[in-house]
């Protein structure tokens, strides 16, 4: 089991910035890769942002390039967020999830991921 616990959400204004960070534990050798989600109310959750968390390959849903950035602190099982130029239709519960190293799929899909954070709300004002 990997169990991960997101931290650094808020309220924000717009044009304003937040960096969330994914702390993970337990079977982390397991974790091929890890991402970001978020779920607005009546929405789907949508992929945000994801990185291979061996080679650091970064992949990014195309509503946020440019403005967030993610990163992994290797020695720290740690995953962040920095969310830049943040806008109102960026509020969402944002969501850290892993991939285990039998997956199969895309980075993109929720359904690849195994392991889930429970969440963290990002509000942005308008």
């Known amino acids: 089991q990997v169990q991960l616990v997101e931290s650094g959400g808020g309220l924000v204004q717009a044009g304003g910035s937040l960096r969330l960070s994914c702390a993970t534990s337990?079977?982390?050798?397991?974790?091929?890769?890890l991402g970001w989600f978020r779920q607005a109310p009546g929405k789907d959750r949508e992929f945000v942002a994801a990185?291979?968390?061996?080679?650091?390959?970064?992949y990014y849903a195309d509503s946020v390039k440019g403005r967030f950035t993610i990163s992994r602190e290797y020695a720290k099982n740690t995953v962040y967020l920095q969310m830049n130029n943040l806008k109102p239709e960026d509020t969402a519960v944002y969501y850290c999830?892993?991939?285990?190293?039998?997956?199969?799929?895309?980075?993109?899909?929720?359904?690849?991921?195994?392991?889930w954070g429970r969440g963290t709300q990002v509000t942005v004002s308008s």
């Open positions: 999830a892993a991939a285990d190293r039998n997956y199969s799929g895309s980075f993109y899909s929720p359904r690849t991921y195994r392991y």
């Open positions: 337990g079977r982390t050798f397991r974790m091929a890769a």
């Open positions: 990185i291979n968390w061996d080679g650091g390959d970064t």
